[in-house]
């Protein structure tokens, strides 16, 4: 039998409580008794927030100055005074699963590896909803096997995740940055920590419900990308080490076009092509690195003719139904076809936009996200 560690389970809030009682009611009926809960509240405290705290006062710790700090610095405050030997970061409009023994399998984790990753899917409410929840989809498909292959990662969704106390520190906490997930994980790659994708720790989170709140969100999200490849490229000499691994990732990305390309000559293999170009560029598109050429691709493909464009469509939402399926994901074909023909060729050109033009155009957008929170 595993020991059982100490577990600091850590809240930053802002502004709306979202499902903050909903996660506090869940781990403190959960059976793992070594833990404790830091709730920090980043800026003031509303009277939403404040029955809630008020409720739990006497179970929970609860920080609160009053100024806005930023989640960064908030949790890296909240940590100095934790007294667990794990960490655990949600964000406070995470579902948790309801199973007692959550933690424990947390724990079980964290004794083999020195970051766990909890997949996020998405909480559905409506159909907008139901077409962003196939980004998590994807993301998880792709962090789930490069965990299988590598135990390692080059990206971290902070929004729930677990990592060793020491490891946490070693690394030096979050740098206070618009992507501080991305940003530790890539300090983590540096030091050749164990990375682990929990499948069976899926847990489900917030996603836009309309256009003006999913800009707002892929605006920071495209900065964060944006900020870490400049990372990457400028410490290049510290993941020198690790560029096998890099490479490798990134051919996983690229290995359903590389692979129809090589077939190209063979007529058998020639309709599939167009699955490989979609799945290519599916994978690499939460990394930035699949630009407007998903849109082209699929251009190209209807002038092929609509049969061997829906054929390929075809085989790829069976790929992530398969998927869905071992993850414990939803899926819907009809909802897939609708991501694949009209959301996934606009949300990388937007990315490539916003990578392009942030200090043009795009100044007075980017000037209203508040990206520590």
Known sequence: MKSKNFISIFIPVYKEPKLLEDIIEKILDNNYKEKEILVGVDGEVTSELRNIIDKYSDKIFIYSNGTRQGKPKLL???SSLAQGDFFLFLDNDVELPRDKNFLSKLNDLLTKYDIVELPKEAIIGNFFSRLISYDFLISAVLCYIV?????????????????KKEVFEEIGKFSEVINEDWDLMLKAFRLRKKYFFAIELKVKTVVPSNLKEWVRQR????LGIKYWWKQVLKDIKQFIRGLPIIFNIILFCCAPIIFGLI??????????????????HQLSGNLGIASFVYLLSILVLLLQGVFPFLFSLFISSATFYLFSKFLKFRFNFKEYFIYSLFYFPVIIPFYFVCFMFEKTFLKPFVALIDWRS
């Open 76 to 78: 890296n405050y909240l």
């Open 147 to 163: 965990s299988k292959f590598f135990k390692t990662n080059l990206f971290l969704s902070g929004a729930a995740f677990g990592i």
């Open 219 to 222: 605006i920071r999200w495209s």
């Open 263 to 280: 077939l190209k000559e063979f007529n058998f293999f020639s309709k599939f092509i167009p699955t490989f170009i979609i799945l290519s």
